[in-house]
């Protein structure tokens, strides 16, 4: 069995990045993302202290390990030029339930 998994990635942002340019960014992030086999969901948090986290859903451990090679991509390069990579933070973990709306459409 495929054990889905959610990467999340906490940060700030390098000084005079604003929130528009990451957003302008990882939007081309996201379109690299939507070829990628396995990707499920992506969204773009900032929690109340002003961090942000990139929180990104896979269908399995090998489809969240394939992902590794869009770091070797122009967009990946931009989008990492705004982060202060010092400060980044990363939590993988399985997951064990979810609902969503669409799940009772059926």
């Not at 969901?41 to 090998?62: C, F, P």
């Not at 122009?74 to 969503?100: C, G």
Request: proline residues 2%; negative net charge; charged residues 20%.
């Amino acid at each position: 069995m495929n054990q889905s998994i959610v990467c999340i990635y906490t940060f700030d942002l390098n000084a005079g990045v604003t929130a528009e340019q990451l957003l302008q960014s990882s939007a081309k992030v996201d379109s690299l993302l939507l070829k990628t086999e396995g990707f499920v969901y992506r969204s773009m948090t900032r929690t109340d202290a002003g961090r942000w986290q990139d929180i990104i859903y896979w269908q399995s451990e090998q489809a969240c390990a394939n992902s590794k090679s869009l770091e070797a991509t122009p967009t990946f390069d931009e989008f990492m030029t705004l982060i202060d990579t010092k400060s980044v933070s990363f939590t993988k973990a399985a997951i064990h339930s979810q609902v969503y709306p669409e799940m009772n459409a059926a």
